[in-house]
């Protein structure tokens, strides 16, 4: 166990779930990054929803390395979902040119999990 | 949004889910314990599965605030489920006088929340 704060990973199902809560300095973005690409790897799960209810705004640093994840998770054969998304973050998604397009995106984390279910034809 | 790193608390249909990841300080233990106590008022939660994998060992402090959570939990009218004792941790728990007979206890996240809807009657 790192002392580290890092972001937990939860398992449900076949799916992992994120939930970001505090502002991300880059380390924890960069071990974010690493740990949920292990975590996909160790438990074969093929969904991801990662909530940004309580996430403010991002900036350019933490946007790429979120838009890396889910182009990474997608490779590794799990689909993204981010739910909660709010303006600001948005506005600083879309301004990086992280495509929206190719993420889901749903409005919390129940209706992330049934974006999922039926995406994977559940 | 705090920027000390905080335990996230993550709402699914009515039951509340944390993961502890990492090692609890005094300090951190006590917003998480406070957090949680505003979470189930806010959302009007019935249950909580509070994940303990990743969790090696727990000191007296951390053992005796999670006891009191669960107990103040159980008053505000959530049922809790902790999920993944480890044996160290079941040991500390249980010198402290924690009663685990109370406290509902499943082997991981998935059975904790079928658990919770069991009790729950669902």
Redesign the interface.
């Known amino acids: ?13 076949n799916c992992l ?1 994120i ?5 991300l300095d880059d380390q ?1 973005a960069l071990h974010f990054q690493e740990d949920l690409l292990n975590k996909i790897h160790e438990t074969g799960a093929n969904g991801v929803v990662i ?1 940004l209810t ?3 705004m991002i900036d350019s640093f933490i946007a790429k390395v979120l838009g890396d994840v889910i182009t990474m998770s997608k490779l590794m054969g799990a689909k993204v979902v981010l739910t909660g998304i709010q303006p600001a973050v948005a506005v600083t998604l879309i301004e990086l040119g992280i495509s929206l397009e190719e993420i889901q995106t749903a409005l ?3 209706q992330g ?1 049934e974006t999922l279910k039926r995406e994977l034809g559940e």
Do not use: G
Not at 19 to 23: A, H, L, V
């Open positions: 166990m790192r002392n580290h704060p890092k972001i937990p990973i939860l398992k449900l199902y779930l939930s970001i809560q505090w502002e924890t909530d309580s996430v403010d919390d984390l129940e999990l």
